[in-house]
């Protein structure tokens, strides 16, 4: 006997709505395997009608006073409180995660997020008025955008939408959402909370896959494009916004560099790195999974972390021992395979290297040795719970090796020379420098990276400059 799958809805204009042509997509839980859920498959009306809900709500919302704003994510952040236990049932559907580690480490800060950014609201600031020519006084306006076209990706679905409508909200812009085609559950309730607080077409969600996105981003009316997603997406967001200049903000891929020089402690690098490397999958931009580990302490580390990786356990959402769920859908459990497959002859897989259970779509913990610098699996993003490690003879040649790669999103030294730490830190090409730790983030600090991990900041006061304006106005005082 089949079981009738839930149905999730676009949310335009202050209501859910099917697809305009009543196409659907099947919502797949990674855990199991199998769909539980429908999603609309949006197209150009439904992206249409969203846009226009945005634009029309834009004026009213963006002429609030900033207090009222901040009432009202005040108000978001507490209903998402309130409701966290339905939250994380969506999420942990969504994405297979543990569910205590969703309670814990993900309700938590999206609540905070959301309350850093409504006194944000408050705070915009700038040069101050003055006269820069004799007879005439400048000053300087900070005004929304507008309409922002938004896409999440699918390994932090809620945390993700909560990084793009936040700033945005608080800036005075309306949004238009899009979720993963894989992972659209709760950011569908998501739309049903943030739409009981603030007036309709403020916050809007359109359901769909890679063309729902691509007709958001070519749209007329955004002013303003945000994606967190691959380098390839974030490729081809720039140049479909490129075609009429919209401003464009891309958090894209990582490939971390964790350096561990010789007089680190190395049971607790290990214990650190293990935690960022194998957290949620691997499947962060920011995980720990390139290390590279000074030749005198590489074997020590490599058997210590090999140990390690042995006593993590990957399984069900309901079983409190594991410390990661699920891979997100097939195709990426295809790629973190064939990384593996593919591995050059010098390579040694230290420990797992194979796929967990007989449904779902579960990978052990997985540590690979014997690199060189040249290698697929350091170059490219796995996206997956394998950690790599390489052996360097110098600081210098770490320093080559760790920015060797295209990507500049995040990086970690360990080490307990003071002076090494603060000279690394200067020559490490990436946009987050961990010392002795590797992956907390804080709402106060920037996230977003250099070169091909894309341009643009996530949280703090930067990340919501960046959805805001500058307006020059000069008066004269002879008037």
């Known amino acids: 006997m089949s ?43 439904d992206v249409d009608a969203a846009m226009a809900a945005a634009a029309a709500a834009f004026p009213a919302w963006r002429d609030l006073v900033p207090a009222e704003r901040q009432k009202a994510l005040l108000k978001i952040a507490d209903a998402f409180e309130e ?82 409508f936040a700033p945005a909200l608080a800036a005075g812009n309306t949004v238009v959402l899009k979720p993963s085609d894989t992972t659209p559950a709760s950011t569908a309730l998501m739309a049903d909370i943030i739409g009981s607080i603030v007036p309709k077409g403020v916050f809007n969600v359109v359901c769909g896959d890679r063309d729902t996105g691509r007709l958001m981003v070519e749209h007329e009316t955004p002013a303003m494009a945000s994606i967190t997603g691959s380098v390839r997406a974030g490729m081809s967001v720039a140049e479909s916004a490129s075609k009429d200049l919209k ?25 650190g790195i293990s935690e960022a490397g194998y957290f949620n999958a691997g499947q962060d931009c920011t995980a720990a999974t390139r290390v590279l580990v000074h030749e005198s302490v590489h074997d020590e580390f490599v058997s210590a972390l090999a140990k390690a990786a042995s006593e993590i356990k990957t399984g069900r959402p309901d079983d409190e021992d594991v410390m990661y769920g699920p891979l997100n859908n097939p195709n990426q459990l295809k790629q973190v ?58 600081e210098d040649q770490a320093v080559e090796w760790a920015n060797g ?75």
């Open 3 to 45: 079981t009738e799958l839930r149905r999730l809805r676009n949310y335009i204009d202050g209501e859910f709505r099917d697809a305009a042509d009543g196409r659907t997509t099947e919502v797949v839980n990674p855990a199991t395997g199998e769909a539980y859920a429908t999603a609309p498959l949006s197209g150009q009306a």
């Open 83 to 164: 409701r966290a236990e339905e939250l994380i049932a969506a999420e942990v559907e969504n994405t297979g995660k543990p569910i205590g580690l969703t309670r814990s480490e993900e309700i938590p800060p999206m609540v905070d997020q959301i309350r850093f950014f409504a006194g944000a609201a408050r705070m915009l600031e700038g040069r101050s008025a003055g006269e820069y020519m004799e007879g005439l006084t400048s000053m300087i306006r900070r005004e929304p955008i507008g309409v922002c076209a938004q896409v999440a990706p699918w390994n932090y679905p809620m945390m993700m939408a909560v990084w793009k």
């Open 247 to 271: 401003r464009v903000h891309l958090e894209l891929g990582g490939k971390a560099p964790v350096v561990v020089f010789e007089d680190t402690d190395i049971p607790r690098a290990v214990e």
């Open 337 to 394: 395979v064939g990384f593996i497959e593919r591995l050059p002859a010098h390579a040694k897989v230290e420990a797992g290297g194979h796929q967990v259970g007989e449904k779902g779509y579960f990978y052990a913990p997985t540590v690979v040795s014997g690199l060189k610098q040249e290698d697929e699996i350091v170059q490219n993003e796995v996206f997956g719970p394998v950690i790599t490690v390489q052996s360097f003879r110098d």
């Open 405 to 479: 790669v295209e990507y500049a999103l995040a990086s970690s030294v360990w080490t307990k020379d003071h002076g090494r730490a603060m000279r690394m830190s200067k020559r490490l090409d990436f946009g987050c420098v961990w010392i002795n730790t590797h992956i907390p983030l804080v709402a106060e600090m920037p996230h977003g990276g250099f070169k091909k991990s894309g341009y643009g900041k996530d949280l703090s006061g930067y990340g919501f400059e960046d959805y805001t304006r500058i307006k020059h106005v000069m008066t004269s005082l002879d008037a």
